[in-house]
């Protein structure tokens, strides 16, 4: 069992920068590839990136330059740093782990709470 519990989220203007954390328990994230998803109103749960138990990083086109997804492994903690950002990134931003490199949420296994990130024009 993961538990996952994202942080950082806030209000930010377009072009800013957020950086948002997600601290795993209960097992060690390095035995998963932790992804990022988003979801803004009314559209469905979106792949933003993840990060494999090497370091390997994979994102979507949409955020690829802009957002980088780096692990702690010692802190079992998760990062999204979010750069020259956007109004269409505006979403609850969630974290995920599971078992395989994949950017379907359903097949992910363990997912945090989420956090708002809203970014102003």
């Keep these: 069992q993961v538990q996952l519990v ?3 989220g806030g209000l930010v203007q377009a072009g800013g920068s957020l950086r948002l954390s997600c601290a795993a328990s209960g097992s060690m994230v390095n035995r998963y590839i932790m992804s990022w998803f988003r979801q803004a109103p009314g559209k469905e749960r979106e792949f933003v990136g993840y990060c494999m138990s090497d370091e390997m990083t994979f994102y979507a086109d949409s955020v690829k330059g802009r957002f980088t997804i780096s692990r702690d492994n010692a802190q079992n903690t998760v990062y999204l740093q979010m750069n020259s950002l956007k109004p269409e990134d505006t979403a609850v931003y969630y974290c995920a782990a599971g078992t395989r490199a994949v950017t379907l949420p359903r ?3 363990y997912w ?10």
């Design 107 to 109: 097949l992910y296994e």
């Design 112 to 121: 945090g709470q989420g956090t708002q990130v809203t970014v102003s024009s």
């Design 6 to 8: 994202e942080s950082g």
